[in-house]
């Protein structure tokens, strides 16, 4: 089942991660090394241990405020793609017409990233950009579960309101990359704070899955709101 999988690889990810974040002290101090040369350049935060590291850069108030955002919406934007079909089938919608959903999504997304892409080499305003994108994504999110109940004659909107979402949505990773990088340049790597991003998503991810896929036994309209309201919680913490 879908749930045990999930639950073997995280449980797989979370060893691997926790092994890496113990064990990966300092780089070593080689003499005539690339790495002791490349290290002694470097910023100080860069020496230090990756969980040290992480641990740092998660108790900034802003980027904690960024992580919790990210990680909440576009986590469970993913699971959202991932289980859609099982989402909106119980109410009358087709395999077709999941599939005509989310190429729509994904054509508004690479829209929206290029749209932003332009608004942001020219104006830097990251946090607007971000709070724009997970407010209105929220907001969409939020149109969606309420058509989605409606059945196949609310097809129209269930496109709109989906597409919008990833319109949104999708442009939030790289902003988010690079937002946190001006954030917190020049104290930490970009790789770092672009990692605990990603990690962040895919915990939400994974867990949301689970919760998910254990709600649409019950009921596939709670599971939807279930869905929607961790996009909608990670809108309110990017208000913060």
Same mark, same amino acid.
Request: proline share 5%.
């Given at each position: ?107 508004? %997304? /690479?829209?929206?990233? =290029?749209?932003?892409? +332009?608004?942001?080499?020219? !104006?830097?305003?990251?946090? *607007?950009? $971000? &709070? ?62 672009? %990692? /605990?991003?990603?990690? =962040?998503?895919?915990? +939400?991810?994974?867990?949301? !899955?689970?919760?998910?896929? *254990?709600? $649409? &036994? ?23």
């Amino acid at each position: 089942s879908i749930g045990s999988d999930l639950g073997g690889q995280t449980i797989a990810c979370t060893v691997v991660v926790i092994v890496c974040a113990v064990g990966m002290g300092p780089p070593s101090e080689k003499p005539g090394g690339l790495t002791t040369e490349f290290v002694r350049e470097a910023d100080p935060a860069m020496q230090a241990g990756v969980l040290h590291v992480s641990l740092n850069a998660l108790a900034h108030p802003g980027f904690r405020t960024l992580w919790l955002a990210f990680s909440c919406s576009l986590g469970t934007f993913n699971t959202i793609t991932t289980l859609f079909e099982e989402l909106i089938k119980p109410h009358g919608f087709t395999d077709d017409d999941a599939s005509n959903c989310l190429a729509s999504t994904v054509v508004c %997304g /690479l829209i929206g990233a =290029g749209f932003f892409a +332009v608004f942001l080499d020219r !104006t830097h305003k990251y946090r *607007l950009v $971000l &709070r724009c994108c997970f407010l209105l994504s929220g907001a969409s999110m939020m149109a969606f579960a309420f058509v989605v109940p409606l059945g196949r004659t609310a097809l129209p909107w269930v496109i709109l309101t989906l597409s919008l979402a990833g319109f949104f949505l999708t442009p939030v990773m790289p902003t988010a990359f690079e937002a946190s990088a001006a954030l917190m340049s020049p104290d930490f790597g970009e790789a770092v704070l672009s %990692g /605990l991003l990603m990690m =962040g998503g895919q915990v +939400v991810g994974v867990a949301a !899955t689970l919760g998910i896929t *254990l709600a $649409l &036994r019950f009921s596939a309209t709670f599971a939807l709101w279930m869905s929607v309201g961790f996009i909608v919680l990670g809108a309110a913490v990017s208000m913060l």
